[in-house]
């Protein structure tokens, strides 16, 4: 099965690499290890903008460039932006607020039937409204 993985695992295992982190964090890091191992890793573009964004060391940038160069970003169609927008509304309904990202992200999982690998707790809120799965560690 693959995954979706999420920016904040990302972040976790490529800025914080070498911090001290919490064993939550540390056994995240290591299945991230584990699905890239097998080839499981999902990336769309707008989680690579993430990770990529607000690096202002140049040589770091580029380092972490070519290292998510690695994986292609599964695309990303109209349908999707739509279904992004009608989760928005959704949620919106309940009182559940996220960013237009975060709604993206499920809508593409949702789409190609894949799980959401994140430590990001909002993730936990749109799973039952909007019938997506999380992967579960």
Known sequence: MR????????????RRAGTDLSRKEALAVNLLKELIRDGRVVVIGPVRQEILSGIPDEAQFRKLKAK???F????????????AAEFFNACRKRGVQGS???????????????????????????AQPLGISLYRY
């Not at 995954?3 to 490529?14: E, H, K, N």
């Not at 949702?110 to 909002?122: E, M, S, Y």
Request: charged share 25%; proline share 2%; hydrophobic share 50%.
């Open 100 to 126: 237009h990202i975060d709604f993206l992200i499920c809508a593409v999982a949702a789409r190609n039937q894949l799980p959401v690998f994140t430590l990001d707790g909002d993730f936990e809120r749109y």
């Open 68 to 70: 998510l160069r690695a």
């Open 3 to 14: 995954v979706l993985v999420d920016t904040s695992i990302w972040s976790l295992a490529l």
């Open 72 to 83: 292609e970003d599964l695309g990303i169609t109209s349908d999707d932006y739509e279904l």
